[in-house]
């Protein structure tokens, strides 16, 4: 855990200059689109535009290993379970640009407590619960779609190896999609895959909503265990956002439907650009074995962010 914090601090040295800001240009009208045509274009750009904010604002994992850019997020939580009281968690996150020796190649790491149950937060790195640190290279780099092999060590002294492909374009109308399908091999626990697939429909320019769908399935895990949330996403502003959710999570073997429930979460940036405080009540029907009965538990979680680096 020292040098997680020792790697922070020399990143906040490193990366202290904020990335460049393109200047806005003017686009000329082409005479041969309609009208038609070019509204469809604005429709898009503000669709792109919220949900771009909103994979920046909370701190997406696959919109952060796409910039080429250096950043530590550390994220203290606070909680209080009706059934398990009081707890604190930490989650140390973060992506070292190597510029002087590729433009594609990274390093990365992870330190945690415990898993964090969020669609927003999934470190490439580690899996829950689990410290790691290695190296990344993006070995596909398009538009729409890219690849990335990563080799490194979890706590524990085990050995991770894998890679990650990402594919997103446009669906219906204004809506789109988001695919990602990471197979990784670690010592002592084998070979796990793990898919992603977000769907996001814009309401407004403010407003997005998001279906997030994930399944881990290794020689590990119980079967395929999945979680699937669908959040409403209003930014309030540029400095605060407010989220509505609802989400169920569950096993294949034993089959098991381990948590459905409702939530939702308010988050501010305060003080300073790059401090976070973000607010989540929810509540949760769950089992955690298939022989327990279903108990009703409501949640609060107090989470503290802070960014160092190019943002």
């Known amino acids: 855990m020292a040098a997680v914090w020792l790697l922070a601090i020399t990143t906040q040295a490193i990366s202290s200059q904020l990335a460049a800001q393109p200047e806005d240009t003017a686009s000329e009208a082409d005479p041969e689109r309609g009208w038609v045509d070019q509204s469809y274009d604005d429709v898009s750009a503000r669709a792109d535009e919220i949900a771009g904010w909103v994979d920046s604002f909370f701190g997406h994992p696959l919109d952060i290993e796409d910039k080429a850019r250096s950043q530590v997020r550390i994220r203290p939580q606070v909680e209080w379970d009706e059934q398990d009281g009081w707890d604190s968690k930490l989650r140390v996150t973060g992506r070292l640009h190597l510029p002087r020796t590729s433009d594609r ?124 949330r669908l959040a409403w996403i209003r930014r309030l502003d540029n400095r605060s956002a407010l989220r509505l959710f609802g989400f169920v999570r569950g096993e294949t073997d034993p089959e098991i439907l381990k948590a459905r429930g409702l939530g939702m979460g308010f988050r ?44």
């Open 105 to 228: 190649l990274s390093v990365v790491f992870s330190s945690q407590d415990d898993d964090f149950d969020d669609e927003f937060y999934d470190p490439s790195i580690a899996t829950d619960g689990d410290s790691a640190a290695g190296v990344q290279y993006q070995v596909r780099r398009k538009k729409r779609s890219s690849a990335y092999l990563f080799a490194g060590g979890k706590s524990g002294f085990n050995v991770k190896l894998g890679g990650r492909y990402r594919f997103q374009d446009d669906f219906i109308g204004s809506s789109s999609f988001r695919f990602s399908e990471e197979v990784f091999w670690v010592g002592g626990d084998g070979f796990t895959s793990r898919t992603r697939f977000d769907l996001n429909q814009p309401l407004s320019e403010n407003t997005l909503l998001r279906w997030a769908n994930r399944v881990d399935y290794g020689e590990e895990t119980n079967g395929g265990e999945w979680n699937t």
């Open 268 to 311: 501010r940036r305060v003080l300073r650009d790059w401090f976070f405080v973000e607010v989540e009540p929810r509540y949760a029907w769950r089992k955690r074995r298939p022989d327990d009965e279903r108990e009703g538990v409501a949640q609060v979680k107090v989470r503290f962010e802070i960014i160092i680096g190019e943002r």
